[in-house]
């Protein structure tokens, strides 16, 4: 346990649907961030928030919405998604100090976009 | 484009063996590596980080960082087959108020008894 839970594990939906992905970290850290990582591809970086305030979308599409309430919490809000967008979707958060900070993952949520 | 390259594998070596995997990055600016070790089905679990030129020792993993050859390696000694896993090397090149990791697409490795 690396104290960042993702919930839920595995999530099968269709392309119509609306989910959520759940993310909270019992470290104290100061960023979240939201990775996408596809069979035989590096893990992508999707978003990342800074105390509370996103710093970072790296040319996501717009059927991925992030939302961070507070320095412990970070969702992902899915819909209209696409057979492709099926992947591992990963949490991680780090206590920003300088250049050396360290993120620490949860245990993904498997996608499966049908 | 920043990039970060591993050799994909698969890296065979035999139990109590040293296992060596290496990673370049093309970011001259990079400032923090990090290695982490997935195993199949599993989320990526952090194992070194490395910040200056030089080795870094941790149990039976060492890290060795050349910034000038922008090239950083792990290397695993008196390897176990619960090593077999996927290592990711990342890197992070800004400055900013949150790290943004870059990286490569792993090295798998096997440890056979």
């Known amino acids: 346990e690396t104290g960042v839970t993702q919930t839920p594990r595995h999530l099968v939906m269709g392309m119509t649907n609306k989910k959520s992905l759940k993310c909270e970290q019992h470290?104290?850290?100061?960023?979240m961030y939201w990775y996408k990582q596809s069979a035989k591809k590096p893990l992508e970086l999707m978003f990342v928030?800074?105390?509370?305030?996103?710093?970072e979308n790296n040319s996501v599409p717009s059927r991925f919405s992030p939302e961070c309430p507070n320095s412990s919490h970070l969702f992902l809000h899915l819909h209209t998604l696409q057979p492709e967008d099926s992947a591992l979707y990963l949490c991680?958060?780090?206590?920003?100090?300088?250049?050396?900070?360290?993120?620490?993952f949860g245990p993904g949520t498997r996608l499966t976009v049908l | 484009q920043k990039e970060v390259e591993q050799n994909s594998g698969p890296l065979s070596v035999p139990e109590g063996a040293i296992a060596s995997l290496n990673c370049t990055y093309s970011?001259?600016?990079?400032?923090?590596f990090f290695w982490y070790r997935q195993y199949s089905g599993k989320s990526p679990e952090l194992i070194m980080s490395?910040?200056?030129?030089g080795d870094k020792e941790d149990g039976r993993f060492t890290a060795q960082l050349n910034k000038a050859s922008q090239y950083v390696s792990l290397l695993i000694r008196d390897s176990q087959p619960s090593d077999s896993a996927t290592y990711l090397c990342?890197?992070?090149?800004?400055?900013?108020?949150?790290?943004?990791?870059?990286f490569g697409t792993g090295t798998r490795l096997q440890v056979t008894l």
């Open positions: 991680a958060s780090s206590q920003v100090q300088g250049w050396t900070d360290t993120q620490y």
């Open positions: 470290l104290g850290h100061n960023a």
């Open positions: 928030y800074n105390f509370k305030e996103q710093t």
């Open positions: 970011d001259r600016g990079s400032q923090s």
């Open positions: 490395i910040y200056s030129n």
């Open positions: 990342a890197v992070r090149g800004d400055t900013g108020t949150a790290s943004k990791l870059t």
